[in-house]
């Protein structure tokens, strides 16, 4: 029996699965533009994988390779995680080190060639993940910041421009800087707004991991400063720098 009370109820109903289904289109939506970008980057970035190790920036590729090689080659406790870019079957007595930049990709690359073996798709590999990574924080950094749509927008400017879609797949520290980077700084976005010490360590190792990746790591650290010292976060904040002066 229809009813002003049962009409009302009625539309109601109507009215909130409508909106329900709209959602849910929505979200499907959202969710094939996304599955769809990455598919795209990961085309971008994978392009020439296996190409050999020439041309401008071919230095940094077999420096880092050669290192990665080493630590296999002579064992990571045998050279104590240092570096060598000696040419050598056995450890040498005096090796050659590499000190322009912390160790971390070449114990990275190490540990991919051990498991896939020493080619170059291998070697590009390393920094392809990282990057690959970067741009699911920075989607995720976005959506924390605004929403959804906003941080479709910001992944799909990340997926084309050069900064990653070509250097994200050129053997080199800012693959991995970034992700470190970005990955403490979602983490500290989650901590500054549920106030959960929970995340902390987990922070700290980011930025440990960073500074072991390159030097920039520190800078990006200093400029949380403003912020956390606004949030009132200084102890956490001085142990950012203890961490990142180790």
């Known amino acids: 029996k229809a009813t002003p009370c049962g009409i009302k109820l009625d539309l109601d109903f109507f009215f909130v699965n409508r909106y329900n289904i709209f959602s849910v289109k929505r979200l499907r939506v959202h969710i094939f533009l ?18 050999p190790y020439v041309g401008p920036y071919a230095f940094n590729y077999n420096v880092y390779s050669l290192i990665a090689h080493n630590y296999n080659q002579f064992g990571l406790l045998a050279t104590k995680l240092a570096p060598i870019i000696s040419v050598s079957e056995k450890l040498p007595i005096n090796p050659e080190y590499y000190l322009h930049h912390p160790p971390l990709i070449s114990i990275i690359e190490a540990i991919f060639f051990r498991i896939f073996g020493e080619y170059f798709w291998v070697g590009r590999l ?3 993940i990282f990057a690959f990574g970067s741009g699911i924080l920075l989607y995720s950094i976005a959506a924390i910041l605004k929403d959804k749509k906003f941080a479709l927008t910001a992944f799909a400017i990340y997926s084309i421009i050069p900064a990653s879609s070509i250097f994200g797949r050129m053997i080199g520290q800012e693959p991995l800087v970034l992700f470190f980077a970005l990955y ?18 987990f922070i700290l190792i980011g930025v440990f991991l960073g500074i ?16 956390l010292i606004y949030k009132k976060r200084i102890r956490f904040f001085v142990a950012m720098i203890f961490v990142s002066s180790i």
């Open 34 to 51: 996304v599955i769809l970008l990455l598919s795209i980057f990961l085309f971008i970035i994978t392009r020439g994988i296996n190409l």
């Open 126 to 128: 390393t920094v392809i």
């Open 184 to 201: 403490s700084l979602l983490l500290i976005l989650l901590y500054v707004r549920s106030n959960n010490f929970f995340y902390i360590p």
């Open 212 to 227: 072991l990746s390159d030097w920039p790591m520190v800078y990006f650290v200093l400029s949380l400063g403003p912020y």
